[in-house]
T-cell receptor, first 114, second 116 residues
Framework: EAAVTQSPRNKVTVTGGNVTLSCRQT?????MYWYRQDTGHGLRLIHY???????QIGDVPDGYKATRTTQEDFFLLLELASPSQTSLYFC?????????????FGAGTRLSVL | GEQVEQRPPHLSVREGDSAVIICTYT??????FFWYKQEPGAGLQLLMK?????EINEGQGFTVLLNKKDKQLSLNLTAAHPGDSAVYFC???????????????FGEGTQVTVIS
């Protein structure tokens, strides 16, 4: 069973604050993804990576940075958090591109920006 | 680009009854279709992956139908039980034409509540 661990599970920050969300997968997957989940929008792709040091822009990247330090670790950075970034964030991994392969999700991080 | 509309957003069903969730997609080249289930406080888990070549797929307690003519994907929960209470998401992709990420487009989700 694929294991994807996100931390923290909950985070509260203020407008303009600096936040880092962490994700680790232990299944030697090449692809890792950051999604945000909002009511009425389903899941939207923020950034993704297909290996250490690689970063690709997703569909809603504005206000987010990401970094893939190792094959296991993928971080999402909000350097100047805004209330519009209040959301439920999911990290996921897959062995190959998401279009054909199962995504394995972490349990999510709920972020509130006040 | 691909758009996926999922209906209904909320669904209440009595235990033992059936329920249907429908996703309508726009890209006729869509080839891979997924249903994910999200239980409270957890991430999404794959329920079923279907390919364009197969129109009827059966799992434990559910059936997935693919209607390519109408570009609709449906999830039919048969004999619902309390463990089926969750949020269900469909996801659609055009396979290799989706670029490096293999773009996957999710529906908005359906909150299913099974009433005992």
């Amino acid at each position: 069973e694929a294991a994807v661990t996100q931390s923290p599970r909950n985070k509260v920050t203020v407008t303009g604050g600096n936040v880092t969300l962490s994700c680790r997968q232990t299944n030697s997957h090449n692809y890792m993804y950051w999604y945000r989940q909002d009511t009425g929008h389903g899941l939207r792709l923020i950034h993704y990576s297909y290996g250490a040091g690689n970063l690709q822009i997703g569909d809603v990247p504005d206000g987010y940075k990401a970094t893939r330090t190792t094959q296991e670790d993928f971080f999402l950075l909000l350097e100047l958090a805004s209330p519009s970034q209040t959301s439920l964030y999911f990290c996921a991994s897959s062995g190959d591109r998401a279009s054909q392969n199962t995504l394995y999700f972490g349990a999510g991080t709920r972020l509130s920006v006040l | 680009g691909e758009q996926v509309e999922q209906r209904p957003p909320h669904l209440s069903v009595r235990e033992g009854d059936s329920a249907v969730i429908i996703c309508t997609y726009t890209d006729p080249n869509s080839y891979y279709f997924f249903w994910y289930k999200q239980e409270p406080g957890a991430g999404l888990q794959l329920l079923m992956k279907v390919f364009s070549s197969t129109e009827i797929n059966e799992g434990q307690g559910f059936t997935v139908l693919l209607n390519k003519k109408d570009k609709q994907l449906s999830l039919n929960l048969t004999a619902a039980h309390p463990g089926d209470s969750a949020v269900y998401f469909c996801a659609v992709s055009a396979g290799n034409t989706g670029g490096l990420s293999g773009k996957l487009t999710f529906g908005e989700g359906t909150q299913v509540t099974v009433i005992s």
